[in-house]
């Protein structure tokens, strides 16, 4: 199969042709058809997130269809010819107390798809059919890939983030421009924060309704119940926090931020809250995807070939798209 490999952080990806992956006990066999690009593989490519898989194929919002079941794997329900996608999460031992509890997303032991295991930049994977998530009906392999990460870690980010009417996300890219779709379905005020500047995003932001945007340093025109920073850039959970309102909470909803810098207490003081989101569950991937059909969630997507995946990374980083990136296999 054909794949695009990370043979060390900082370098390019590879396109290479790699053995046809099997299925181990418990595991499936996927033809993909699309993967989503997160900036959490920006990340992992750049060599912020420690200790990956190498060489690592990259990728965790995958989209495509069972082809084969390794032992057992029939057990979870899922059977051949069914439309699955594979999230960051993959795989967790069961045992310990975060994963008994109902936290597995923060289980020692956790290995994550395009980072510890293979991902899905690549015409096929394996996954623990544990971990893998039934497509809702009516969505593309390249609307669905979005899905997977974009949205699920928004949607855990939009409940972490309480109640909140008015509501900011600071960084409008893939994950907010789903969240903000969710948060108006279920009746929220969004006010949406680009990089300073970034008119282009600020319409974008008020096209999918968006009732005020602006600069990432910009006051809005209300206190905020709460917001969700998506953008890497430690600096702006104090302006967050200068914009929240008192009892209001600021969530963090990357894997990887830039260090913040210290602020006043003031900015914390009335019971302000500030609290990061780490990985997902598999409760928060079934609510999320029982809910997008009920909310006619729909990314915007710009679509990218296979051997083009540094392209995609590039856009990325660049901020040269509206929306998310997809790598279309099929």
Known sequence: MRAMVLERPCTPLVLR??????????????????????????HVVDGELADPKLPLVIGHQIAGTIVELGD??????????DRVGV?????????????????ENLCPRAKFTGYTLDGGYAEQ??????YVFR???????????????????????????GDAHRLGLYGFGAAAHLVAQLARHLGREIYAFTRPGDARGQAFA????AVWAGGSGDKPPVALDAAIIFAPVGALVPLALAAVAPGGTVVCGGIHMSDIPSFPYRLLWEERVVRSVANLTRRDGD????????????????????????AALDDLRAGRFEGAAVIAIR
């Not at 042709?17 to 920006?42: F, K, W």
């Not at 057992?72 to 010819?81: C, E, F, T, W, Y």
């Not at 999230?87 to 936290?103: E, F, I, M, Q, V």
């Open 17 to 42: 042709d790699l053995p046809e992956p099997r299925p181990a006990a418990g595991q499936v066999r996927i033809a993909i058809d699309a993967c989503g690009v997160c900036r959490t593989d920006l």
């Open 72 to 81: 057992g794997a029939s057990a979870s329900g899922l059977a051949i010819g």
């Open 87 to 103: 999230p960051w999460l993959g795989w967790t031992d069961g045992t310990c107390a975060y994963c008994t509890s109902g936290r």
């Open 125 to 130: 994977c394996v996954a623990d059919a544990r």
């Open 135 to 161: 497509l809702p009906p009516g969505y593309t392999f390249v609307e669905a890939a979005p899905l997977l990460c974009a949205a699920l870690i928004g949607y855990r980010s939009l409940r972490l983030a």
């Open 206 to 209: 008020r096209e999918l309704g």
């Open 287 to 310: 609510e999320l995807l029982a809910l997008a059909p009920a909310a006619d969630l729909r990314p915007t997507a710009r679509v990218y070939a296979l051997a083009d995946a540094n």
